[in-house]
Structure formats: structure tokens, C-alpha cells
């Protein structure tokens, strides 16, 4: 059974049409920020629009009227008013966040952080998979691990452009299903001095697994500016990639991205049903000789076995990414999302670069159960 939440709901009001910040207290211990958010200027009409969409919202969830009472005070229907809350929601105006700060997972996150050397940890709330949604498929599951984990890592990124927003950071961004979640979950903030950077090559076959919208997603949020790796993930030949690596763009990119204050990056399995394998990176043949190598997951471009040990390869010699060793002053930040990336994520984990972590609490309770029973194993066969 999974440990009882508890904790307070906050829930974020925000303008972005001015730079005037105001709070509000509530007896329901919500509280409510306004700020400015980068956007640009809007006309009349629509600011029009915009503050009856923040008026609407903010009767609706502090003042607790029903949508007829507002309907009446802003003198428009109720059909409106519906839209408008949905909206101020849709757009980003209303967020809501759980502050959660569960015993059990406190001291998880710690016992992890010790383990691996991390500075930090941070575990999502665990959805008890075994006991709940039994009729939910593994993939629903995966996903709502990807989108706690990516609201997560957000919120992590979010407060550390709030406090170097003009700072001229540069945030080194990899590429998949977990970082795309993570963009889509990032609030906005005027943050134009930040350089967002791809890690890894940024053209693909398919728009769906393409880096570039996801650094340009940050951008857009932020007012920043997005920077991407514009060859292709994995080179034809060896020869090829170190022909791409010589273009001047190339190194330009090269250089911004090691001068990367913190790095979000994710992990692979060195599976069929991996990210990798269904978008045609890996075939059924790479696959085969990384799995009789020992490999278990990727990340950059690289693989490891489960002991975290680099498996040196062909395929990850035609691999364009960033290279590890020139991100050493960075603070790498590896998200962990769903079961299946227990193995994978374990072996990252022991390589030794990963400085913070964050994960969904089932695959948590899980990588410690493993650590713990391994751990045992040795004392026993010690004795």
C-alpha cells in the first residue's frame, strides 16, 4: 500500500502580461502569485481577454464561486465563463502543485542520494502499481511515471532559472519521452539571457523525437535562446561523424554546451521496446551484439553494463553527442521514469557522473529493494 500523502495544495495564478507581482492568503492555505512571464506585448482586445481570464479563474479557485455567481460578475454567460477557467488552465495562467513530503520517501531519497553519491534526489510520489489499476496497461503506467518525473524536473529547472535568470546560464538538454514530458510540464519565466543546448545530434526522421523542439519549447517559455546540434544522431560511419564534428557550427555548439551550468539528461534499455529501438536508431542487430556485450542502457550515446562499466562499440562510435568528460563542472541530472529502466538506471547510476536524480517512487522503492538485496547477497556469502 502507498504511504498516506499528505502535504498542502498550492495553486499559481499568474499574469503575463505585466511585471507586477501580488499574493493572496486563503483559508484553504492555497496561495496565488502573479508575475511577469516574458510574453510579449498584447493589444487592447487581448489583454481584455487575458485579465477576464485571470479574474475568472481567480473567482473560480479563491474566491470559490460557481461559475453562475461569476457569470454574473463579470456580466457574460456561463458557457464563457466555463471556457475561460478551462483556459486560464490550458494556457498555463492557473497551476497546481502538491507540496508532498512523505516520511517514507524523505528517507528514501536520502538512502539513495548516499549510495550513489548524488547531491540530490528526488522521488515522485509512488503509485502502488501492484495494489491499484490493475486493468491499466504497462504503458499508461510508464507514462504517468513520465509526466510526474517531468513535472519534477521542471520544478527543479524552474527555480534554478529564478534564482540566475539573468545570469546567462547554459542548460544542456538530451533528448526522448521523459525530456519532452519535462518541457511540456516547465512553466514559463523571463529568463532571455539562457542558453538552451542539445546534447546530442538534432536531426531525426521523425518530428516526434525531434531535440530541437524540445530546446526550442524552453526558449519559447523562457524568452532564451535554443541552440541544437543541426547533424544527425548516429553517423553512417565513423569517418562521417568526424567529418560533422569539424563544422564550425558544430564546435560552436560543442563549446556553449560545455559551459553548461546543469545538464538534464535521461535513460535508455538496451531493449526492443526502447526509445532508441522504436524510432529505427538501434536495429535488431546493434541490439543483438550490445545485449551478448553485457549492456543494459544508454544515455548520450553511450552504453553500460550493469555494473556501470563503459561498453565500447561501433555504434557509439558514430554516435554525435556531447562528449561526458567535457561536462565535468556541470551538475548532470539524470530523470528516471517507469520500471522497465530499473536495470538501465542502476547502471548509470554506478558509472559515477550522475550528480542529482529524479525519479518515480515505485521504480524508487524498487532500485533500493535491488541495492539492499544485493547488498545482502555479499555479507552472506562473506560469512
Known amino acids: ?3 498516506a500523502l499528505s502535504g498542502v495544495l498550492h495553486l499559481c495564478i499568474r499574469r503575463t502580461d505585466r511585471q507586477e507581482i501580488f499574493s493572496f492568503a486563503h483559508p484553504m492555505h492555497k496561495c496565488y502569485s502573479s508575475r511577469d512571464a516574458g510574453a510579449n506585448p498584447m493589444s487592447d482586445r487581448e489583454r481584455s481577454e487575458h485579465d477576464m481570464m485571470v479574474r475568472a479563474a481567480w473567482l473560480y479557485y479563491t474566491a470559490e464561486q460557481t461559475q453562475s455567481m461569476i457569470a454574473t460578475t463579470l456580466g457574460v454567460s456561463r458557457v464563457k465563463v466555463a471556457r475561460l477557467i478551462a483556459d486560464a488552465k490550458a494556457n498555463g495562467i492557473v497551476t497546481i502543485n502538491i507540496d508532498h513530503r512523505l ?3 524523505c528517507a528514501l531519497e536520502e538512502k539513495i542520494r548516499r549510495r550513489y553519491g548524488l547531491r540530490f534526489c528526488c522521488i515522485t510520489p509512488a503509485m502502488a502499481t501492484d495494489d491499484i489499476g490493475q486493468g491499466q496497461a504497462d504503458t499508461d503506467r510508464e507514462a504517468l511515471a513520465r509526466r510526474g518525473v517531468g513535472m519534477t524536473a521542471a520544478r527543479i ?3 534554478k532559472l529564478a534564482q540566475s535568470q539573468f545570469d546567462g546560464s547554459v542548460i544542456g538538454l538530451a533528448w526522448g519521452r521523459t525530456i519532452s514530458a519535462m518541457a511540456d510540464a516547465f512553466q514559463p519565466i523571463n529568463a532571455p539571457a539562457t542558453q538552451f543546448v542539445s546534447l546530442l545530434g538534432s536531426l531525426t526522421r521523425s518530428a516526434s523525437a ?4 524540445v530546446v526550442q519549447k524552453f526558449a519559447a ?3 532564451g535562446e535554443a541552440k541544437y546540434l543541426p547533424v544527425p544522431f548516429i553517423a553512417d560511419s565513423v569517418e562521417d561523424r568526424d567529418v560533422f564534428l569539424q563544422q564550425r557550427v558544430v564546435q560552436e555548439v560543442i563549446r556553449t554546451a560545455t559551459r553548461a551550468t546543469a545538464c538534464f539528461i535521461s535513460v535508455g534499455e538496451c531493449d526492443s521496446g526502447s526509445f532508441l529501438s522504436q524510432y529505427g536508431y538501434l536495429s535488431a542487430d546493434d541490439l543483438e551484439r550490445l545485449q551478448k556485450r553485457g549492456a543494459v542502457g544508454d544515455t548520450l550515446g553511450l552504453f553500460f553494463d550493469g555494473e556501470g562499466q563503459f561498453i565500447d562499440s561501433e555504434l557509439c562510435r558514430r554516435a554525435l553527442a556531447i562528449d561526458l568528460s567535457t561536462l565535468r563542472e556541470s551538475e548532470i ?3 528516471s521514469a517507469g520500471q522497465a529502466k530499473l536495470k538501465a538506471t542502476r547502471a548509470i547510476l554506478r558509472a559515477g557522473f550522475i550528480t542529482g536524480l529524479v ?4 521504480s524508487a522503492m524498487r532500485l533500493e529493494a535491488a541495492a539492499d538485496e544485493e547488498t545482502g ?3 552472506s556469502t562473506l560469512r
Open 221 to 223: 517559455k523562457t524568452g
Open 359 to 362: 525519479i518515480d517512487g515505485d
Open 377 to 379: 547477497h555479499i555479507f
Open 103 to 105: 516520511s517514507t520517501m
Open 1 to 3: 500500500m502507498a504511504p
Open 210 to 213: 525531434n531535440p530541437f523542439d
Open 157 to 159: 529547472l524552474r527555480n
Open 333 to 335: 541530472v539524470l530523470l
